[in-house]
T-cell receptor, first 114, second 115 residues
């Protein structure tokens, strides 16, 4: 069975600080990996995705993530956060063929202090 | 273009009542998913359709939960004899295939409160 662990439940940073949110997964096969973001009062939006190839993927709003297969990790990073990055961030894993259902982590709440 | 829409956005039901939640996927998206999100948790998979075929219902928590997508477009999630533990946000997503994989697009959810 698939599982996803997000170790940081709530992260508080000042503007311009660097961000790294952890994500580890467990899955017995080749995976597709995703980060979703949920801004206050809005629905889940896709931030970035990894299917194959270059393990460093870039997404919207300056976010990037690195897939490290040996560590079963897909950490999200941003060099300099903004107040508008305040949101809930979810890591998700899915199979790369057949059933596309996603398994999500419990989420990390990010609060940026101006 | 239009995204995934869900109705109602909020639903309050008395314990024991039946409820029906509707999802309108993005036009042309073949795959449709239902997830349940409890407070403080990530979304959890309930069921998956490809066109009108329900290919996976392994996440439905009990036989009180039933989903359909009769014409391969709009889907309805029905919960019979609601219980307090059914209180959650129910999310619908539709998916499109892209090079190498797929992308799921989520609706705003229906917040169900069972009193």
């Amino acid at each position: 069975a698939q599982s996803v662990s997000q170790h940081n439940h709530h992260v508080i940073l000042s503007e311009a600080a660097s961000l790294e949110l952890g994500c580890n997964y467990s899955y017995g096969g080749t995976v597709n990996l995703f980060w979703y973001v949920q801004y206050p009062g809005q629905h889940l939006q896709l931030l970035l995705k990894y299917f194959s190839g270059d393990p460093l993927v870039k997404g919207i709003k300056g976010f990037e993530a690195e897939f490290i297969k040996s560590k079963f990790s897909f950490n999200l990073r941003k060099p300099s956060v903004q107040w508008s990055d305040t949101a809930e961030y979810f890591c998700a894993v899915g199979s790369n063929f057949g059933n596309e259902k996603l398994t999500f982590g419990t989420g990390t709440r990010l609060t940026i202090i101006p | 273009g239009a995204g995934v829409s869900q109705s109602p956005r909020y639903k309050v039901a008395k314990r024991g009542q039946d409820v029906a939640l509707r999802c309108d996927p993005i036009s042309g998206h073949v795959s449709l998913f239902w997830y349940q999100q409890a407070l403080g948790q990530g979304p959890e998979f309930l069921t998956y359709f490809q066109n009108e075929a329900q290919l996976d219902k392994s996440g439905l928590p009990s036989d009180r939960f039933f989903a359909e997508r009769p014409e391969g477009s709009v889907s309805t999630l029905k919960i019979q004899r609601t219980q307090q533990e059914d209180s959650a946000v129910y999310l619908c997503a539709s998916s499109r295939a892209i090079a190498g994989g797929y992308e799921q697009y989520f609706g705003p959810g229906t917040r169900l409160t069972v009193t």
